[in-house]
């Protein structure tokens, strides 16, 4: 019943953009705090970015600040994240998660690719 469908990834070229998408059902969305993560082949996993539960405060990964913006549709059950400016380095699986306190919701992963 509880899902996260992340869709809008694929192959881009340097410089780029994206945006992808984070569609919930099954919860209640609102009440959750959102995280987008990525993991590249034989990477450790990264937080890319955070947004609150009203969608009033952000935070980023020094890596991608200034490129990417986290934002969120309570009203539609989405999140997303824009992607500018995309470089090689970003290339990687990207996972939505939504939390409130222990209850941990994963999406099930979109493949950003950036390459000429």
């Known amino acids: 019943q509880v899902q996260l469908v992340e869709s809008g990834g694929g192959l881009v070229q340097p410089g780029g953009s994206l945006r992808l998408s984070c569609a919930a059902s099954g919860f209640t969305f609102s009440r959750y705090h959102v995280r987008w993560y990525r993991q590249a082949p034989g990477k450790e996993r990264e937080l890319v970015a955070v947004?609150?539960?009203?969608?009033?405060?952000?935070s980023y990964a020094d890596s991608v600040k200034g490129r990417f913006t986290i934002s969120r549709d309570n009203a539609a059950n989405t999140a997303y994240l824009q992607m500018n400016n995309l470089k090689p380095e970003d290339t990687a699986v990207y996972y939505c998660?939504?939390?409130?306190?222990?209850?941990?919701?994963w999406g099930q992963g979109t493949q950003v690719t950036v390459s000429s």
């Open positions: 947004i609150t539960s009203t969608g009033i405060s952000t």
């Open positions: 998660n939504a939390n409130l306190l222990l209850y941990d919701h």
